[in-house]
């Protein structure tokens, strides 16, 4: 059991060491990691079921963990939610390493060099590396699960899952079955999204020949083995060679389902590949027994789940197409991207644009991973109190998968202290472009892009975006002309009459803009 402790404390740390020192709307919880360090078995105290008191310490912890999803759902309150999950874990954990009773040194151990490598990562990582990150403590979360099942499978006396004749039961077969698969496909799915989030590998979607047959036969083919592992008279200690099988095939088609999904869905495949660690866990708990493993894992799972419906909605996508893979990503698509042929714009200065923005009524600013690049949050919120101070009614513009993670943008606009009054998601405000005077892009690209409502052969068909073409002056900042968004599609906003681009780090253009405004 310490590798499983190791890996997930040092996903635990992780996300609670970054989660203490980021404030704002966070759609993760800090306690999602430590599900795996609940990992007793059921007979752990030596009376074979878990005592009164234990049980009291979970149900507590539990509300705690309900307390942090609540709080978590605001960012006025975040912090709060972050304080109540963190209680919660301790509360949990405390018990079940209190329970255990037998290697605590081992587990003390492991438990150490996880948190101190998580926590040690969590606080060296850059803000814009943070999807990247979160994608990579998920794949320990669903390794940790991976292990603990197969722990399970190999020594099923220790805990406690096995009947008068030594066989595993069959209602922990089907746990541990399904506890592994959930595990590995998290795993695997979790490795891609950190190798396209991190530019390892292309975010355009790559489109596998017949992968919608090849992935519906391995998930048929996995049910199939954990039904015969379920009816297999090998179920003793190690036996069964389905087990090995599932595992196998649950680390492939977690590989297959999130290789043909583009870059611009990745906020969501990081939503259901949190979902995901959570079912796995509270598979997990029902097979060792652990209330507090069940009541964690079942929340996080359900939290996630309702997130990736609300982005679905939010970007017109198909929530059982997101579960199956490949979710916006026909093979006839993506005829809309990359650049196209270079054609006429307006470029600007600092100067043009402070004297526009001091001229408005109103100004939506619409920031975006390019934003998140430069750092210039800070830089543009003095920009937005310097406009305030002028009498411009200034609001924040945020789209549901701006960013490379949900609420990224909510985090670093609240990290440099923009009133929350002040920041709205894309329903609450789209409306408002017809009113505005000047809409200021800031490292935004595929959020504003008309083609997701005009051009059906773009990959990005479909998806709602900013309707900044309704404002009468656009001013938007680029590093350069030659590049493309994340999903590869060049954007018409660069070429509309009421558009000027000012091309540069956008910290620096920000930075100007302040100079020219005083």
Not at 244 to 254: C, D, P, Y
Not at 269 to 295: D, E, K, P, Q, R
């Given at each position: 059991m310490g590798f499983a402790s190791f890996v997930t404390a040092a996903q635990a740390g992780g996300q609670l060491a970054s989660?203490?020192?980021?404030?704002?709307?966070?759609?993760?919880?800090?306690?999602?990691?430590?599900?795996?360090?609940?990992?007793?078995?059921?007979?752990?105290?030596?009376?074979?079921?878990?005592?009164?008191?234990?049980?009291?310490?979970?149900?507590?912890?539990?509300?705690?963990?309900?307390?942090?999803?609540?709080?978590?759902?605001?960012?006025?309150?975040?912090?709060?939610?972050?304080?109540?999950?963190?209680?919660?874990?301790?509360?949990?954990?405390?018990?079940?390493?209190?329970?255990?009773?037998?290697?605590?040194?081992?587990?003390?151990?492991?438990?150490?060099?996880?948190?101190?490598?998580?926590?040690?990562?969590?606080?060296?990582?850059?803000?814009?590396?943070?999807?990247?990150?979160?994608?990579?403590?998920?794949?320990?979360?669903?390794?940790?699960?991976?292990?603990?099942?197969?722990?399970?499978?190999?020594?099923?006396?220790?805990?406690?899952?096995?009947?008068?004749?030594?066989?595993?039961?069959?209602?922990?077969?089907?746990?541990?079955?399904?506890?592994?698969a959930i595990g590995a496909i998290t795993f695997s799915g979790s490795v891609i999204a950190f190798l396209k989030l991190s530019g390892r590998m292309s975010g355009s979607p790559i489109m596998l020949p017949g992968r919608h047959v090849i992935n519906l036969g391995t998930l048929a083919a996995i049910l199939v083995l954990i039904g015969l592992y379920t009816v297999s008279p090998q179920g003793g200690a190690g036996e069964g060679w389905?087990?090995?099988?599932?595992?196998?095939?649950?680390?492939?088609?977690?590989?297959?389902?999130?290789?043909?999904?583009?870059?611009?869905?990745?906020?969501?495949?990081?939503?259901?590949?949190?979902?995901?660690?959570?079912?796995?866990?509270?598979?997990?708990?029902?097979?060792?027994?652990?209330?507090?493993?069940?009541?964690?894992?079942?929340?996080?799972?359900?939290?996630?789940?309702?997130?990736?419906?609300?982005?679905?909605?939010?970007?017109?996508?198909?929530?059982?197409?997101?579960?199956?893979?490949?979710?916006?990503?026909?093979?006839?698509?993506?005829?809309?991207?990359?650049?196209?042929?270079?054609?006429?714009?307006?470029?600007?200065s600092a100067e043009d644009a402070a004297y526009m923005l001091e001229q408005a009524e109103k100004v939506i600013i619409i920031p975006g991973y390019g934003m998140a690049v430069a750092q210039a949050q800070h830089a543009l919120r003095e920009m937005g109190d310097k406009l305030k101070e002028k009498g411009v009614e200034v609001k924040y513009a945020i789209h549901p998968v701006a960013g490379r993670m949900p609420g990224h943008m909510n985090v670093l606009l609240a990290e440099a202290s923009v009133p929350y009054d002040e920041v709205f998601e894309l329903e609450d405000i789209n409306s408002e472009f017809a009113q505005c005077d000047v809409a200021f892009i800031i490292g935004a690209n595929d959020v504003v892009n008309p083609a997701a409502k005009t051009d059906k052969s773009s990959p990005i068909y479909g998806m709602p975006v900013f309707d900044v073409d309704k404002a009468k002056q656009v001013f938007f900042i680029k590093r350069s002309m030659g590049g493309v968004g994340y999903a590869g599609v060049d954007n018409d906003v660069f070429y509309m009459n009421q558009t000027v681009m000012l091309l540069a780090d956008a910290k620096k253009m920000v930075e100007e803009i302040v100079k020219s405004l005083d």
């Open positions: 989660a203490a020192r980021k404030i704002g709307k966070s759609w993760f919880p800090a306690f999602a990691g430590m599900t795996a360090l609940f990992s007793t078995p059921a007979h752990a105290a030596g009376s074979g079921t878990t005592p009164a008191w234990a049980m009291l310490a979970y149900l507590v912890a539990g509300v705690f963990f309900i307390l942090a999803l609540r709080g978590l759902s605001s960012p006025a309150s975040s912090r709060a939610g972050n304080r109540n999950g963190m209680i919660g874990m301790a509360i949990a954990v405390g018990t079940t390493l209190v329970m255990h009773g037998t290697n605590l040194v081992e587990i003390g151990i492991a438990i150490a060099i996880g948190a101190i490598l998580g926590v040690t990562i969590a606080r060296r990582i850059a803000m814009t590396a943070m999807p990247e990150l979160v994608a990579g403590f998920h794949s320990l979360v669903g390794l940790a699960a991976v292990v603990v099942g197969l722990a399970a499978w190999l020594n099923p006396a220790a805990f406690g899952i096995t009947d008068a004749a030594g066989q595993i039961m069959a209602v922990s077969r089907i746990e541990l079955g399904l506890g592994i389905m087990v090995i099988a599932v595992t196998v095939l649950a680390f492939a088609i977690g590989f297959l389902l999130i290789i043909p999904i583009g870059g611009a869905d990745m906020p969501v495949v990081v939503s259901m590949l949190n979902s995901y660690s959570g079912w796995a866990a509270a598979a997990m708990g029902f097979t060792l027994g652990n209330s507090a493993m069940i009541i964690t894992g079942a929340l996080v799972g359900s939290s996630g789940a309702i997130l990736s419906y609300i982005m679905c909605r939010a970007m017109n996508r198909s929530f059982i197409s997101v579960i199956a893979g490949g979710f916006g990503a026909d093979a006839g698509a993506g005829g809309g991207g990359g650049a196209r042929e270079q054609r006429p714009y307006k470029q600007g």
